[in-house]
């Protein structure tokens, strides 16, 4: 098992080597303020003096999330906003973990292609092209899959027993743009005659679902 974990994140870092281009964006607006002398697509550095071996320390991904939502999964990340260090870095990890029957819904990352090596469990992962081509497999503890950068992808737990996996990114903060949430929770809402017409279905359906995936009130 730790032979598999340390080759996976071996070959992580080989194909996260840098290439001699344009970086991708780290985030999805950078307004431009034109009276300031700072330039930055990213986050701005702290002082040196400053710098502690925290900044480069994270825990978060040791143990099983609580999973505790109507879908079965729980998404742990371990990206610059939890460990400073990463700034500029390019890489990040996260750590998703299923309910027996847990699903993680069609989702894109926008900055980043997804590598994820399967810590317990066995699970049906698959991407689909732009051709809109399905590329699935089942996955089983040991063994690794990758999406690439930006295309529509998901896992299913089809198994009785809790699964779990750890994601790379080749970027210090992917972005998630889950389909259903990002069409049906927008704020503004997308208007519903956009989404009529998009699924050929009425207003009634629609407005079904937005209640169903709305926030839950505390």
Same mark, same amino acid.
């Given at each position: ?8 994140? &071996? ?14 964006? &780290? =985030? ?9 002398? +700072?330039?930055? /697509? ?24 609580? +999973? /505790? /939502?109507? +879908? ?6 371990? /990206?610059? #906003? *939890?460990? $400073?260090?990463? @700034? ?15 699903? @993680?819904? $069609? ?40 999406? $690439?950068?930006? &295309? ?19 970027? =210090? ?16 809402? +997308?208007?519903? @005659? ?9 207003? *009634?359906?629609? #407005? ?11």
């Amino acid at each position: 098992m730790a032979f598999n974990l340390f080759t996976f994140l &071996l070959h992580f870092t080989a194909i996260s080597a840098v290439i001699a281009v344009d970086p991708d964006t &780290l =985030q999805d607006l950078c307004v431009a303020d034109t009276s300031s002398g +700072v330039k930055v /697509n990213g986050f701005v550095c702290k002082d040196s003096a400053n710098v502690t071996a925290d900044d480069f320390f994270f825990a978060g991904l040791a143990n099983p999330g609580k +999973v /505790n /939502n109507s +879908v079965g999964s729980l998404v742990t990340g371990a /990206n610059v #906003e *939890k460990i $400073p260090g990463l @700034n500029t870095l390019g890489v990040s990890l996260s750590r998703i973990d299923y309910e027996a029957g847990g699903l @993680n819904p $069609p989702h894109t990352h926008p900055r980043a292609t997804e590598m994820i090596f399967v810590l317990e469990g066995e699970l049906d992962v698959g991407f689909i092209t732009t051709a809109n081509k399905l590329i699935s497999k089942t996955v089983k503890k040991g063994e690794i899959f990758v999406f $690439p950068k930006g &295309l529509v992808h998901f896992q299913k737990n089809n198994g009785d027993k809790e699964a779990s996996v750890i994601s790379a990114f080749n970027s =210090q903060l992917p972005g998630t743009q889950s389909i259903a949430a990002t069409l049906f929770t927008a704020t503004p809402a +997308v208007p519903d @005659n956009v989404l009529t017409k998009a699924f050929q279905v009425g207003t *009634k359906e629609i #407005e079904k679902i937005k209640s169903k995936l709305a926030p839950k009130k505390t």
